[in-house]
């Protein structure tokens, strides 16, 4: 399957995959164009199973693997089985890898330590996002041949869709607080004027809440312990957090000349943030994030890239 791939500014792209899949304007970030190009990985023989946290990096052909030791680490692992063109990345309370392959609009489930997926979800609509809560339900956000937006909502093991959701013209980051609630990033179409943050109560996908404020094309997005919300503007390449129930952030972090702000990643001790890139860049933050907050360069892959996730 061929893929056309044109880079835009300002979060407008265009992947022809086939004549009726992800056609138009509507999507997030654009590639870089480097992505035309790949390099040269021979793949390694095996997952590894550490005792340290791990780092993975969505590539264009796989998941790169590195270790939550510090800056720059060598690469010690990699998956390809079931990639197609990764977009976002995330992983569960059970250490499983979830995978949203933008490629075939799949979503692929890795339990720790395999290299295989043990499950794939197929939603009718673009996958960029999937998010394991703790109810057991899987939820997988993008968007369909008609720039229409959707959260789509499985049963863990099951690939059969028990509720979905219309939201703007394309959904991408998720995460879920404390209380269980699902927080979504969309962008603007239809009768949503504005791009924001939708929150669900519930597991059914029917209690839907905007929450106001207004965000520059949404995409990667956490809540920590304390219900602050934080959300990447990817076309303005910054961070925000939102105190609850704020509609204006109380700190902005930018990062600049890395090419496109994209996913956002943070383990359960919430002492780090992590924050990807199309163009491959991987920077770390401490967080809580101040006003002075640094980011430094923690890992750079050099090709398309857009989701990460590190283990909890």
């Known amino acids: 399957m061929a893929f056309v791939l044109l880079a835009g500014c300002g979060g407008s792209q265009q992947i022809e995959q086939t004549a009726s899949q992800l056609q138009g304007d509507a999507a997030s970030t654009p590639f870089p164009a480097a992505a035309v190009s790949h390099r040269t990985l021979r793949p390694l023989a095996r997952y590894p199973k550490r005792t340290h946290g791990l780092l993975y990096v ?79 339900h899987v939820f997988v956000s993008g968007w ?4 229409v937006g959707h959260v789509i909502e499985f049963n863990a093991g099951s690939n059969v869709v028990v509720a979905h959701r219309r ?21 603007a179409g239809g009768k949503f004027r504005s791009s924001s943050i939708a929150e669900f109560s519930g597991s059914d996908l029917k209690h839907m809440r905007l929450l106001g404020m207004t965000i520059d094309q949404p995409q990667g997005l956490l809540v920590d312990r304390a219900g602050n919300i934080i959300v990447v503007e990817s076309a303005a390449d910054r961070i925000d957090v939102f105190p609850p129930g ?34 491959g860049y991987v920077y770390s933050m401490p967080y809580p994030l101040t006003p002075s907050t640094e980011p430094t360069e923690y890992e750079q892959i050099t090709v398309f890239s857009n989701g990460i996730a590190v283990t909890p």
Do not use: C
């Open 58 to 136: 969505g590539d264009y052909y796989s998941i790169d693997i590195f270790p939550l030791t510090g800056p720059n680490q060598k690469q010690i692992g990699s998956i390809t089985s079931g990639i197609n063109v990764p977009w976002g990345l995330s992983v569960d309370s059970n250490k499983s890898l979830y995978v949203a392959n933008l490629g075939n609009g799949t979503v692929t489930v890795y339990p720790y330590g395999s290299a295989t997926p043990s499950m794939t979800y197929s939603p009718f609509a673009t996958a960029l996002y999937a998010l394991a809560d703790s109810a057991g």
């Open 144 to 147: 369909n041949h008609q720039h």
């Open 167 to 187: 939201l703007g013209s394309e959904t991408d980051g998720m995460a879920e607080d404390t209380q269980g609630n699902l927080y979504v990033t969309y962008r």
């Open 246 to 279: 704020a509609t204006a952030p109380s700190v902005t972090v930018t990062v600049s000349a890395i090419g496109n702000l994209a996913e956002l990643a943070m383990q359960n001790s919430e002492k780090a943030l992590w924050v990807s890139s199309q163009a």
